[in-house]
């Protein structure tokens, strides 16, 4: 460990009789020994880990946990290591861009991979992208936002330079104090983005015990720069110092946990809102409540309801969609009711079905749900209420909220026409507003939707609904779905054909649009859980938050179309055959037309003078709003362009020599999917033996998934075993890999969690190049030629005499 040199301290003459100077102190540096720098590295991470712990008020669920987490670990871990070998802060630096570089390029760009290691440019390109969708999220998501990669690749990145960061104060300035305050930024930046919330010590008293056994790390070198304990005759004192500093320490953070409402301005509106504010009754978009309520850890009620039958207590409904891929509306403007409910469009046969609501636990709702379309209001609580007929939404008095233990009751028309009836209406937007979409819908939305309907021979707008909503209600239900690395959201959903209602409710609207249907999302609560049959009681809790589709066919209202196949199927299905089912999914599905239950009735509800549904495209005033973070993110985006600029000269360098922009044969794309195959392979653990063959490997894979997997690994092997003797192979057998390989691949993931995959395929990469490097180590040297190396594979074994 290098000493810095200090000049001697000046001395008197020797005639004057003076003591002799007191040693200069010496400078302070991290700990020397190896024990107590990996128990400071340890205290670093802590310190790191509790300063990320804030993101869960920012993202919905925990699937940012896993990348933002190896960001720390790594980015630290470079740090570490490369100070350990001696390497100097600019040089250190470049080795932790380069980890970035790799990490992210595995992460979230793997299909851009040349050889599969090797960034390229189209990787850059790819970052860029991926970037400006992030900032665009950031200026237009509302958190809790769900872990969409634009936003992860922007966490990573922050939470990559700062962990580095705070590792070098920590082991080359030895400044502990000056980290943590680096640390506290990570820390407090998540907590001025996401709404208010109770129980703050969840956050705060992690980081504070963190930092404190950072601090104490170095407090026995502290004490020998300042002196010796009290009360000890050496520094060996210096070790009561622990256990008497952790006790202070432990005794400060709880006194400053407990009194903290004690001091002046605690719990009182800030001098400066960031997050923003809005004049109007809808101040968050309900998409946004209905993904923090479905990964909520209260399972306890919200509402107890009794119904004469199962019914959707509908909040509202948003009829914009935008450029940011978010259904919304232009906010609520409620007047107070007087008598009856208004219409908001004329309606034809509907049931009629009374609703009593107690409220449990709707925390700060200023939304009353209701089921669509109400005729009537009363009870306590509806002395509050106004409604906006524009929506067909209730909302309640300025400054009013819904309180546990209040109840109104609500009589509502059902609209329910026969099938008859909706093949011969035309479906159409007086203005077009409601068949209006931006520029930037993905072109293969519409393209599917067109496809459904076709293949469907769907003519009229009601059947082509029913059909788009079949093959919507076929796909599979998740509240943690994969996110995809496009940068559009609908794009990824049709795609992995997997997510919750809003990504099913979003899309079959968008769908429905592009087919000039006017269509919007609807939100609200699905019927719940029946748990008196007698006394028609149901119980609602957080997880029947639902969003689903509504269609305008004028003349005959609003009608319910329900695309999710939620899977505790606590939802009602339309059919051809009955498009008001009085019985849920779960239940049975689809009940009989003529079914009513006692107390139902069925009229035609026209009103003599039905509200013409009315709407407008965003306002240029709504835009210029919407736009007040452009500057910023144009500011953010010029600098981090040129750190990008940099990353994209280096990953052209890294490629110069070929990658996947070549041209393969096809015996090289053959062995080319194998090595695929084997790279996930052994991202799961599995490995090849040295005498194992491509057709027992492949096989032994293919025991881990489906029997379509194994037919996949036979004809890869058989393939594979070809290229590796063959001179040439036609295409077809290429293109037949290929297709093989991604079969077998799909498989092996099926059973992984979406936010696992990557690491599987890191891992993977890391097996496959230390299996290339002890390869290398066994050859003689120049045994072969570096391009042979590379595309070199194990041989299958030869038959002997007892195989023949």
């Given at each position: ?32 020994s190896d024990t107590p720098q990996v128990l400071t590295l340890l205290a670093t991470l802590a310190l790191l880990a509790a300063a990320c712990l804030p993101l869960t008020r920012v993202f919905v669920g925990l699937a940012f946990l896993a990348p933002v987490f190896a960001a720390v670990l790594l980015s630290a871990g470079l740090s570490y290591g490369a100070r350990r070998y001696g390497l100097d802060p600019v040089t250190s630096l470049c080795v932790s861009v380069g980890g970035w570089v790799v990490f992210c390029s595995f992460a979230f760009f793997a299909d851009t991979l040349a ?498 549904r009315t709407n407008t495209a965003p306002s240029p005033a709504a835009d210029a709003a919407g736009s007040g973070g452009r500057n910023g993110a144009a500011r953010a985006l010029l600098l981090t362009g040129l750190a990008l600029l940099g990353i994209a000269v280096l990953a052209g360098g890294m490629v110069a020599a070929g990658g996947r922009n070549r041209t393969l044969s096809p015996v090289q794309r053959v062995l080319h999917a194998r090595t695929q195959t084997e790279r996930i392979g052994r991202g799961l653990g ?119």
């Open positions: 460990m290098s000493t810095t040199l200090e000049p001697a301290p000046a001395r008197r003459p020797p005639s004057a009789a003076a003591p002799p100077p007191d040693p200069a102190p010496p400078p302070r540096a991290a700990p020397s050889l599969e290691v090797l960034p390229t440019p189209a990787t850059a390109e790819g970052a860029v992208a991926l970037w400006q969708r992030g900032l665009e999220l950031m200026r237009l998501r509302p958190a809790p936002a769900f872990a969409e990669a634009g936003l992860i690749f922007i966490t990573v990145t922050g939470v990559w330079a700062i962990a580095h960061a705070v590792e070098g104060m920590v082991g080359r300035l030895a400044a502990p104090l000056k980290a943590t305050v680096m640390a506290l930024v990570l820390w407090v930046v998540p907590l001025t983005l996401a709404p208010g919330a109770t129980a703050a010590w969840r956050w705060t008293v992690p980081f504070l015990v963190a930092a404190t056994a950072l601090l104490l790390a170095f407090a026995g070198d502290d004490l020998g720069r300042w002196g010796t304990w009290v009360g000890g005759r050496s520094r060996r004192g210096a070790a009561t110092l622990l256990p008497g500093g952790s006790v202070i320490a432990l005794v400060a953070i709880v006194a400053g946990t407990g009194l903290a409402g004690f001091l002046p301005g605690f719990g009182q509106p800030p001098w400066y809102e960031l997050r923003g504010s809005s004049g109007t009754t809808l101040t968050s978009n309900p998409i946004v409540d209905i993904r923090t309520r479905l990964v909520a850890q209260d399972t306890g009620p919200v509402m107890r309801v009794r119904s004469d039958r199962p019914v959707y207590l509908r909040v509202t409904s948003l009829d914009v969609y935008g450029e940011n891929e978010e259904w919304t509306n232009q906010g609520i403007d409620g007047a107070p009711l007087d008598g009856d409910v208004p219409f908001e469009v004329g309606i034809g046969p509907a049931a009629q079905v009374n609703v009593d609501v107690e409220v449990a636990n709707l925390s700060q709702a200023v939304l009353v749900p209701a089921p669509y379309q109400a005729l009537t209001v009363s009870g306590e609580a509806a002395g509050a209420f106004q409604y906006d007929p524009s929506l067909s939404t209730m909302t309640l008095d300025q400054g009013t909220t819904l309180e546990a233990g209040d109840t109104y009751t609500v009589s509502a028309a059902l609209p329910s026409p026969d099938a008859e009836q909706l093949d011969a209406a035309q479906s159409f937007s007086l203005d077009g507003a409601l068949t209006q979409l931006p520029a930037n819908v993905p072109p293969a939305v519409p393209a599917l939707a067109r496809q459904i309907v076709d293949q469907a021979g769907a003519a009229t707008p009601f059947r082509q609904a029913l059909a788009i909503q079949e093959e919507l209600r076929s796909w599979e239900y998740s509240t943690e779905p994969p996110q995809g690395h496009s940068g559009q959201a609908m794009e990824a959903f049709i795609s992995n054909r997997i997510g919750y209602c809003e990504q099913y409710a979003g899309t079959m609207a968008v769908m429905l649009r592009s087919l000039n249907i006017p269509a919007r999302v609807a939100v609200g609560y699905t019927p719940g859980e029946l748990v008196d049959p007698e006394d028609r009681a149901y119980v609602v809790t957080n997880a029947n938050a639902h969003a689903w589709v509504e269609v305008l066919f004028p003349g005959l209202g609003w009608v319910t179309f329900e695309p999710t196949p939620r899977s505790d199927g606590n939802v009602l299905v339309p059919s051809a055959a009955n498009l008001a089912p009085s019985i849920t999914a779960a239940q049975g599905g689809v009940d009989d037309p003529e079914r009513l239950i006692p107390g139902e009735e069925r009229a035609d509800l026209v009103p003599e003078d039905p509200l013409d599995v490995a090849p033996a040295e005498s194992e063959t491509d057709h027992e490997y492949l096989h032994r894979l293919a025991r881990r998934s489906s029997g379509e997997c194994w037919q996949a690994a036979g004809a890869l092997a058989e393939a594979a075993a070809r290229a590796r003797y063959a001179t040439a192979l036609p295409p077809e057998s290429a293109a037949t890999s290929e297709d093989a390989a991604e079969r077998l691949g799909r498989g092996l993931l099926a059973g992984v969690p979406a936010w696992q995959r990557p690491l599987v395929r890191v891992r993977g990469a890391l097996g496959m190049a230390v299996a290339g490097l002890s390869r290398r180590r066994s050859q003689p040297s120049g045994s072969a030629s570096p391009a042979a190396r590379i595309l070199r594979r194990r041989a299958p074994r030869r038959p002997g005499i007892a195989d023949r």
